[in-house]
Every structure is written in structure tokens, then in C-alpha cells.
């Protein structure tokens, strides 16, 4: 019987904590959830597509065309709705984009032709893809959205697609392991974190399944519609030694700042190192989007104007100092309700201000800004 841990290492787990200890075991402790437009997007068509594969079309017309872009739109529609549901009840957010549901159907049909291209069916029309042409292109779909777990338990992951690799005669030379990616597509080769995990499925995958043939690794990206394939060592020997450290700690582990590393982390507020680093000059200030922890000298409800006094970090607690440095803001939307709501709990201590836009000596804040009080965690809460 497979033991039950405490917790499990999975691609995107492990990549948390290779790029910080810290975030990783931020992300454990349970804090409001944030959701995101592209985050939201990625869900729409991932799940658009596992939908699309699994539908069953037994008793259509072989012959039947003109069903499939139909299908589409229904079933980005449906999805787009689900999503914003999820989206708006997420305690931490930003505007809800509805324009962005075109981007959703762009994604879906970069998806559908990335597995198209892996067939003969490769360029053809959806309007003209009958019945029997999609359940060709299906029979290469071995499986879709599989949860794996490792042979002792400790590592899991959930595979997008498992393909079946034909070559030009139809014959199958091997399987695929398929990410589909729906963010922004690498510039020539795939980056650390995205192999990482790629070759982490590929290994994962020969573990559970250990009739397999040949298997092969890519990333599919749906917005350019391209393939990147990645090869490389065995990982899961590194997954398990990354395994070890994740235990869950009392006290925070150390924390590894980068302007990579930090740029989106969710969790600064709770977060005292990123600000040390800043107020070192090891983390640039000078992005025209850029994260502050103030207080507050002024704030008119009316108009929405603010006057706000940067505070400096003292010891490695998250512990603040006065700096003297003062600047004006205006802040309307998502950001005007949050401060607001902060100041009628009564709260008047240091409040974190994610992703100010700054502009001369003024800084503005709105829909996809977020202010939260200032609350260093240093001991677990779980
Ligand atoms: S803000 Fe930076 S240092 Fe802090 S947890 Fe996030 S990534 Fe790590």
C-alpha cells in the first residue's frame, strides 16, 4: 500500500520552492487565495480541451461535418462562465476581464491544431473535420488530464495529454508527454522551470507505467502555436532530495530574493525579505509597476487621494522605521474598496501596496493594484 505523506512534490511545488524556500512555504500556510486573468484563461482552455477529448460521439454520423466550431464556442462559453464564478468568489483579485474571452478562443483553437499537427489531419478547417476524422485524431490521445503518483507516494502530477507518436506511415514510434502552455511562449528555448517540469511528467510517467516505450517531452504553446520538445537527465532522484526539505517547518525556511523570484510573488505582504532587498539595492525600485510598504498620512474617501510615507525595514523581522520619504497617490477601483475596508476595520498599522503604477511623484493605484496590511509571518500557522 502506498503510504500517505503529509505532503507531496509536484511540478509546480517543486518549482515554488527551487525558486524560494520561503514562497513555497508561504504557500502552505493557508493564506487568501489570489486569482489572476491569465491564471483564469489557462483554466478556461485546459479545461475546454479535456472536455473536447473526452466527449463521446458514438452513434453520430461518421460523415457529419460543421459540428466542431459549434462545439468550441459552447464549450469555451460554459467554461468562461464557470471560470468567473470561481474567479469573482477568490478572496483576492483584480477585475474580472470580459474581453478576454476571445483570447480563451484563440487559445483553444492553438490548441486543437497543435494536436491536429501531430496527425494528417494537420491544417485542415475545423468546419470541415467530420466525425470519423475526430475520432482519428482522438485515437491519438492515449490520456488526458491523468493524475500520477509515484511508486513510494511522495510525487504527483497531473499530465495534460499523453500522445501517441506516429510516424508518417501511422505507426507508433513512441509516446508524447504534452504541457499544454497557454502563457507567454519562450523566446528560443524552454526555460529552467518549464523543463523542469516537463522532464519531471517524462519520468513520472516511465515510473507509473513501466511497459512504456520510447517517451519524449514537449511543451505545446497555444498562442503561437508551437512545439517545443526538451530532453535531459532523469529528475525524480532531485525531486526526492527537494522532497526532503519540503517538510513543513516551524519557523520560515531562508528565502532566495530575485527580481524573478519576487516579481509575481503573491505572498509579499506576509513577506519581510523582498523589502530588506529592496531597501539594499539588491531588488530594482525603478520598475514603473513596483510594490511599497507605507503608511497611511492621508486619504480623502471622496476623491480618492492619498498621501502615503514609505516605511524602512530595521532587522530581518519585517520591523519598520519611518523614512521620511512621502508621495501623493490616487487610487480609484478594486484598490480604492480595499483600502477603504482596511481603514473602517480600524486597522492603522503598515499596509503593503502591490503593483503601484508610478508616474512622475505621484503613484496610482486602481483595478490591478492590491493593498493589504503589512503581516509578516514568522512562525508557522498550521
Ligand atoms: S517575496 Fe521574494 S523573498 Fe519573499 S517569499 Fe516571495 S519570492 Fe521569496
Known sequence: MVEIFEHQLSPSSWNRFEECPRKYWLSRQRLPRKASMPASLGNVIHNSMEEICNLDFEGRED???GWLSKLMKETIDKHWLMEKEIFLNTPRR?????????????GLVGALNLLFSKTKYTGKKFSEISIKDWKEIKSIVLSNEESL?????????RLDLLIDDLDEDGNSKGWIVADLKTGKPPNSTLNEKVTRQLLFYRDLLKETKPN???VSAEGWYSSNQKIYS???DFVL?????????????TKPPESTPSEDACGFCEFKAWCPDWWISRDQGKLSDKNTFRDEVVKIIKFDDFSGAARFERQSPVGSEGKLV????SFGALI????LIQLKDIISSDYDGPVFLGSVRSQGQIIHLGDWSEILPWSPLLKSIR
Open 63 to 65: 460523415s457529419e461535418v
Open 94 to 106: 483584480p477585475s474580472w476581464k470580459p474581453q478576454s474571452i476571445g483570447k480563451a478562443r484563440e
Open 149 to 157: 503518483v509515484s511508486n513510494d507516494g511522495r510525487l504527483i502530477g
Open 212 to 214: 512504456h516505450p520510447h
Open 230 to 232: 526538451t530532453d535531459g
Open 237 to 249: 532522484d532531485d525531486a526526492i532530495l527537494a522532497w526532503n526539505e519540503m517538510k513543513l517547518t
Open 322 to 325: 519611518s523614512s521620511e520619504i
Open 332 to 335: 480609484k477601483g478594486r484598490a
